[in-house]
């Protein structure tokens, strides 16, 4: 668990992957920098000024983090960071969800807000789910240029590992180990 200052900065990093970490109250939670096709996953930013921020990175995949109480900005997007794959994320009670600082760059829509099939839990979504399936009816709005076309009406919950079940996998993986063996001693001993 991190707190305070900048949680984690990627400056130039290529094919990495960040996930299950906790950031409360840093300034900016997760950061990179001209880093591209790296994987963000499972992470928890808390409160603190922002929380994801992506300056001239591309082609990163974030998805399942939860950013919450942001008092700025949830995700920065600075000059022409674009092609990122943005599903299953929680954007919950931040000030503002997402901005995009890019003087000089074209409009058009440069991140991937959802998977084709699933997009992320927003806070401030209020469009209605009259068929039940956990998915928006309508696109959450980010921009004229930008929406998620699948918005969740839940915060994804990743299911955790229940930690009874570790005995009995530890007992079965240990019955089989002494069978196999028993079964290997026995063919050797016949050779």
């Known amino acids: 668990m991190f707190k305070g200052g900048i ?7 290529f094919q990495n992957e960040l996930i299950g970490n906790s950031i409360t109250d840093a300034t900016s939670g997760i950061t990179l920098e001209f880093s591209n096709a790296n994987i963000i996953d499972g992470n928890i930013v808390l409160g603190g000024s922002g929380g994801i921020r992506l300056d001239g990175s591309n082609n990163n995949t974030v998805r399942k983090n939860v950013v919450k109480d942001c008092e700025q900005l949830a995700l920065t ?7 990122n794959l943005f599903y299953l994320n929680g954007l919950i009670n931040n000030t503002k969800n997402v901005e995009e600082y ?12 959802d998977s084709g099939t699933v997009g992320n839990f927003w806070s401030d979504y209020n469009g209605t789910d009259t068929n039940g399936d956990g998915i928006g009816d309508t696109p959450y709005v980010i921009d004229e240029n930008n929406q998620d ?3 969740l009406v839940e915060p994804y919950a990743i299911p955790e590992f229940p930690s009874w ?3 009995p996998l530890f007992l079965i993986v240990a019955v089989v180990a002494v069978i196999f ?5 026995q063919s050797s001993e016949k050779l």
């Open 7 to 13: 949680g984690i900065f990627l400056h130039s990093a």
């Open 77 to 83: 997007f600075w000059r022409n960071a674009s092609q």
């Open 102 to 113: 890019r003087p000089g760059f074209p409009a058009f829509p440069i991140n991937i807000w």
């Open 149 to 151: 076309n699948y918005p």
């Open 165 to 167: 079940i570790i005995l």
């Open 181 to 185: 063996k028993k079964r290997l001693t």
